[in-house]
């Protein structure tokens, strides 16, 4: 096992053992991915890093999130899975609902989406669309009874270019970063690839606004 499929194997461990708590956890998990204090976030925020899986970002103050790690088998990573919560306090120790003394609670207290985080192995992939063309476009397998002769219309339409469906970004200190056709977010570190999938949908809180601002916040370790 090379060291960047160990890294990623103790996270998922790490994460897996914090999760296991009995009943509801209205605060953030005490682990390893709460320690954020290097990424230096201003204007209040908080900061969310995780050591293992090798990234930290800063998130508003108000947010408070249950984390949900998930092995990934193909490709070979890490999921992870924040349920946030928008609360009345930004003091940790207060319970969700109870406001701070002087401080206004934001509007939209009590809305909540969800934020996939994915860690991946980089592999021997130069760039993200070589990576994104092995990972994510696998090829097409012909029909058993397929004829080296069937006619043209009769094949299946090759995927799209993964140049054409990644849009360049900026994103934190990733060595390339870039926005997919289905409006993930995926970035290139030296040894991973990370993918951020921003689920608000209909009637929930708003990501993307937030999250959008602070992507140069990000840190990407390895």
């Known amino acids: 096992m090379n060291t960047t499929r160990q890294r990623l194997t103790v996270a998922f461990l790490v994460l897996a053992l914090a999760g296991c708590q009995v009943g509801p956890n209205t605060h953030p998990t005490p682990s390893v991915a709460q320690i954020g204090a290097d990424l230096h976030c201003a204007g209040g925020d908080h900061g969310f890093s995780d050591a293992q899986a090798g990234w930290g970002f800063c998130y508003p103050k108000f947010w408070r999130y249950n984390e949900r790690a998930q092995e990934s088998l193909n490709p070979p990573g890490l999921d992870l899975t924040l349920n946030i919560t928008v609360c009345a306090s930004s003091v940790a120790e207060l319970p969700c609902s109870k406001p701070e003394a002087g401080v206004s609670p934001p509007p939209d207290v009590g809305s909540f989406?969800?934020?996939?985080?994915?860690?991946?192995?980089?592999?021997?992939?130069?760039?993200?669309?070589?990576?994104?063309?092995?990972?994510?476009?696998?090829?097409?397998?012909?029909?058993?009874?397929?004829?080296?002769?069937?006619?043209?219309?009769?094949?299946?339409?090759?995927?799209?270019?993964?140049?054409?469906?990644?849009?360049?970004?900026?994103?934190?200190?990733?060595?390339?970063?870039?926005?997919?056709?289905?409006?993930?977010?995926?970035?290139?570190?030296?040894?991973?690839?990370?993918?951020?999938?921003?689920?608000?949908?209909?009637?929930?809180?708003?990501?993307?606004?937030?999250?959008?601002?602070?992507?140069?916040?990000?840190?990407?370790?390895?």
């Open 113 to 222: 989406a969800f934020m996939i985080i994915s860690t991946y192995e980089r592999g021997d992939s130069t760039s993200l669309a070589s990576w994104v063309q092995t990972n994510l476009n696998p090829q097409p397998t012909p029909s058993p009874g397929a004829s080296p002769t069937a006619s043209p219309t009769s094949q299946p339409s090759p995927s799209p270019s993964p140049q054409a469906t990644l849009q360049s970004i900026q994103w934190g200190n990733a060595t390339e970063a870039a926005v997919m056709a289905d409006g993930k977010r995926i970035a290139l570190t030296p040894h991973h690839v990370v993918i951020l999938e921003l689920r608000s949908g209909l009637d929930l809180l708003d990501l993307e606004t937030p999250m959008s601002a602070r992507l140069s916040t990000w840190k990407f370790a390895y």
